[in-house]
């Protein structure tokens, strides 16, 4: 079953912070981010593997909370090239594939 | 190192014509997958492999069918392509169940 993602679509101003939250409903051995610009392929991001792990990737940081089954994506002081659709992709303990979400379109102007 | 490529980036089909998409990996990987994305939507698996001569479904393997003879390669047909499967197609590989690199895509047609 497909991760809900939240919000849809995020605009902010440059220097702005911005949460995109993933949840899903069935439990997860990982979690994977990706950003896509437009026209382009997906790019990885990062990957959460434990339940209250936080990693980072310059200013873009994101928890998994296992428990939960959610994780959370948390950009801080947003560049103009942070815009892009950020997708996040479960998986699950017995699986080789990843599900992914829907996407959340975020746009960072001037 | 050219990373994942997609041949053909463009085509355009008739319902019910045929055609396979290629992606090439140079990167000795043995995870490969292929995708599918629909205007504003999110990425759906339709095949993928753990390694070669090994193949498995995804969420929306129907209309497909998917082949890994080498390990560099990973091939879709389509036998009979209908309207409802346009929309932009993307290989991607990986070295086990994480990080994966995604080729450029293909964007499909179907009229």
């Not at chain 1, 994977?32 to 990693?55: C, D, N, S, T």
Request: glycine fraction near 10%; aromatic fraction near 10%.
């Amino acid at each position: 079953q497909q991760p809900v993602q939240s919000p849809q679509a995020v605009i902010l101003r440059e220097g702005e912070d911005a949460v995109i939250n993933c949840s899903s409903s069935k439990a997860l051995y990982s979690v994977h981010w990706y950003r896509q610009k437009h026209g382009e392929a997906p790019v990885f991001l990062m990957i959460l593997l434990k339940g209250g792990e936080q990693k980072g990737h310059e200013k873009i940081s994101a928890s998994f909370n296992e428990k939960k089954q959610q994780s959370s994506l948390y950009l801080t002081a947003s560049q103009l090239s942070y815009s892009g659709t950020y997708f996040c992709g479960t998986d699950r303990p017995a699986g080789n594939m990843l599900t992914f979400g829907g996407g959340t379109r975020l746009m960072v102007k001037p | 190192n050219a990373g994942v490529t997609q041949t053909p980036k463009f085509r355009v089909l008739k319902t019910g014509q045929s055609m396979t998409l290629l992606c090439a990996q140079d990167m000795n990987h043995e995870y490969m997958y292929w995708y599918r994305q629909d205007p504003g939507m999110g990425l759906r698996l339709i095949h993928y492999s753990v390694g070669e001569g090994t193949t498995a479904k995804g969420e929306v393997p129907d209309g497909y069918n998917v082949s890994r003879l080498k390990k560099q390669n990973f091939l879709l047909g389509l036998e009979s392509a209908a309207p409802s499967q346009t929309s932009v197609y993307f290989c991607a590989s990986s070295w086990t169940r994480y990080e994966q690199y995604f080729g450029p895509g293909t964007r499909l047609t179907v009229t």
